[in-house]
């Protein structure tokens, strides 16, 4: 029989914050099969119906993008932590609309996020983002949508480098940022820069405490010239000038999954790996017309539910050396659904470029990192809903 009851909104509100009390001190642990078979579930303290789907599974990671008038999650303006390369209406980016989309699964309906619900549920917990700057690009997003539920709690900020903390004191939560972009240990002997394929450890100690990990790499495996963050690789006792960069992801994601399996205890932290953010520097990748260079000028996601575009060799790396894991990490695949997104790059609206270089998009485009609000926003959906439902 069904129970119906006709509440005034202060009763619900009580009912509301006595059952967040209840389940605040249970750590969120993921289920690497958890969204892949969900169970139809209904949650009147959403906006929208949470998983309202057409039949017993839901893929969340194949769908579409939907325009949705209620976005975006926060204002760019009343967030504090959004660095000038991401804060794109700042630097004078003249269109909105790629804040304003939703992220639609093909066979059900995400939970809203809820900040609030997320701050009881991790009171006096630590959450850290450990990767690259994709993963600072999430980290500040994630950090944006809980203020936004709790605009006048008391904050503070401690910036570092690699580590990086914002602290909801009220909550006692602190959401951290750890600078590894190889995720491996980079050692520095009189200036040269060694990245050791073999070793973790220097890193991974300022992990191990955390309550909830999430990681990223991969960009910074395939960057040469400047961009390459290390003078020689470390691997097996040997020293090489370079080798396959494919090889060499290989064989530092074995050691990090490696790591993670012996010291990480995961019936006290949930571990998950964020897949490959995808850049538009190909305009060929959506047939563009013959006029654009990459994606500056794109205001529209592609339509459809995905298109082949970049990095599945790497994907394919990340997906075996997880596989080979006694408790692999909740794997958030966001590579298909954020291919979809060329509109939603920094492009020349980012306050790391100077007038003249805005000048010339061809070259000085930001097409990797991502606008905030924006896609990281759904990101952090993703994820939200992989650590509570």
């Known amino acids: 029989m069904a129970l119906h009851c006709a509440c005034s909104s202060s009763y619900v509100a009580v009912l509301y914050t006595l059952a967040m009390f209840l389940v605040m001190g249970q750590a969120p642990v993921a289920s690497s099969a958890l969204l892949i078979g969900l169970r139809n579930h209904h949650n009147t303290l959403h906006k929208r119906p949470i998983f309202q789907a057409n039949r017993s599974s839901c893929n969340m990671f194949m769908g579409t993008w939907v325009v949705d008038e209620t976005y975006p999650m926060y204002q760019s303006s009343n967030c504090p932590v959004i660095d000038p390369e991401f804060n794109c209406q700042m630097f004078g980016r003249p269109d909105t609309e790629y804040q304003r989309y939703r992220w639609r699964p093909v066979n059900c309906e995400l939970p809203s996020f809820d900040g609030l619900h997320f701050l009881m549920r991790m009171r006096g917990k630590t959450v850290m983002f450990v990767g690259d700057s994709l993963g600072r690009n999430q980290w500040e997003s994630l950090i944006c949508m809980i203020s936004a539920a709790s605009p006048q709690s008391p904050t503070q900020m401690i910036r570092g480098d690699p580590l990086s903390t914002f602290k909801f004191m009220d909550y006692e939560l602190e959401v951290s940022f750890y600078r590894a972009p190889y ?10 820069r060694f990245l050791d394929l073999d070793d973790v450890s220097n890193n991974g100690n300022n992990w191990r405490n955390a309550d909830v990990l999430m990681f990223n790499s991969g960009h910074w495996w395939i960057h040469k010239g400047g961009l390459q963050g290390w003078d020689y690789m470390k691997s097996d006792g040997s020293l090489y000038q ?20 012996s010291n990480i205890d995961r019936t006290k932290t949930s571990v998950f790996f964020q897949a490959i953010s995808p850049t538009h520097y190909n305009p060929t990748e959506w047939n563009a017309g013959p006029a654009s260079r990459n994606c500056y000028g794109e205001t529209l996601p592609l339509g459809g539910e995905f298109y082949h575009g970049s990095y599945p060799d790497q994907m394919k790396v990340i997906q075996a050396v997880m596989g080979r894991m006694s408790s692999p990490p909740y794997l958030l695949d966001i590579t298909a659904l954020s291919e979809l997104r060329k509109d ?24 990797s990192h991502w606008c905030l609000p924006g896609l990281p926003d759904t990101w952090n959906q993703l994820f939200y809903t992989a650590m509570f439902f």
Request: aromatic content about 8%.
């Open 344 to 367: 939603g790059h920094p492009s020349i609206y980012s306050g790391d470029l100077s007038p003249g270089q805005r000048t010339n998009p061809g070259k000085s485009a930001d097409c």
């Open 183 to 192: 995720l491996v240990d980079i050692d520095v002997v009189d200036g040269r």
């Open 242 to 261: 370079d080798m396959d960069r494919l090889v060499a992801f290989e064989r530092g994601m074995t050691t990090w999954a490696r790591w993670v399996d």
